[in-house]
């Protein structure tokens, strides 16, 4: 996450948008979000990301709040934002329409000692596959994990235990 105010890609020109994810051959586009309990978490009326909608995330640092629209591209950092977020300091992450806060994804963590949190990619939630985002503002990795990497993460809980 970053300080990004604007959004340098709302524009049609997807290919040459696209041209710097795609080194490995494909690009991966979340086109449907989910919070903990359901909620939509796709911003239909915000602002585009080479004409695909972000995912709206409500983002607390102290007394700083702002609602976030992130690309939905994976991989690509960019952002819409208007508040100034200190880097490296970690943020809330909450559901806007609701203020469910994102559900923690354990044994994950960011080498400043960030946490991981779920984005549902389907409506199955839990059951399903996620997009995991970190805490720390700054810090743009995140992971994409289906079923099966969210069991061997847990298994590699279990046997640390």
Not at 7 to 13: G, H, T, V, Y
Not at 39 to 60: N, Q
Not at 92 to 117: C, F, H, N, Q, R
Request: glycine share 10%; with cysteine; hydrophobic share 35%.
């Amino acid at each position: 996450m970053s300080n990004d105010t604007q959004n340098p890609f709302e524009r049609n020109d997807t290919h040459t948008r696209l041209k710097p994810l795609n080194d490995s051959g494909l690009v991966m586009v979340v086109t449907q979000a989910f919070g903990p309990n359901g909620e939509d978490l796709i911003d239909h009326d915000g602002p585009k990301f080479s004409g695909e909608p972000g995912v709206k995330v409500r983002v607390r640092q102290g007394d700083l709040v702002e609602d976030v629209v992130l690309s939905p591209f994976y991989g690509d950092s960019s952002k819409v934002s208007e508040v100034a977020f200190k880097e490296g300091v970690p943020c809330e992450l909450t559901v806007p329409s609701s203020g469910a806060k994102l559900d923690i994804i354990p044994g994950m963590k960011t080498e400043e000692g960030g946490k991981y949190y779920a984005i549902y990619l389907t409506p199955k939630l839990k059951a399903g596959e996620l997009v995991a985002i970190n805490n720390i503002w700054g810090n743009y990795n995140s992971q994409m994990l289906d079923e099966r990497g969210l069991l061997e993460l847990y298994a590699d809980l279990e046997s640390d235990e």
